[in-house]
């Protein structure tokens, strides 16, 4: 019944930006915690962000100072947005969400290229 939709994928230039939206529909309440994991064809899926409830946020690695997680809690909505994007970036994006059951979206696919 829960299901997560993200959006805003698509094709940008090294440097750029994008940001992308996971939405959540059929619960009620919140989730304990949403974020965004990512996965490159031939490599493990790894943590982007993640954002709990009240506001604690965890970042990988390769992503602290240029990916910025933010939460909508009345909308029950995540964002990631991505500035300075590099082609190592380019995987397709699944935002995940916890309550504590955990649920997956469909996956929105970035590629950085120039």
């Known amino acids: 019944q829960v299901q997560l939709v993200e959006s805003g994928g698509g094709l940008v230039q090294p440097g750029g930006s994008l940001r992308l939206s996971c939405a959540a529909s059929?619960?009620?309440?919140?989730?304990?915690?949403m974020g965004w994991y990512r996965q490159a064809p031939g490599k493990q899926r790894e943590l982007v962000a993640t954002?709990?409830?009240?506001?604690?946020?965890d970042y990988g690695d390769s992503v602290k100072g240029r990916f910025t997680i933010s939460r909508d809690n009345v909308k029950n909505t995540v964002y990631l947005q991505m500035n300075n994007l590099k082609s190592e970036d380019t995987a397709d994006y699944y935002c995940?969400?916890?309550?504590?059951?955990?649920?997956w979206g469909q996956g929105t696919q970035v590629t950085v290229s120039s």
């Open positions: 995940d969400a916890r309550d504590p059951s955990e649920y």
């Open positions: 059929g619960i009620l309440g919140r989730f304990y915690v």
């Open positions: 954002m709990t409830r009240g506001g604690i946020t």
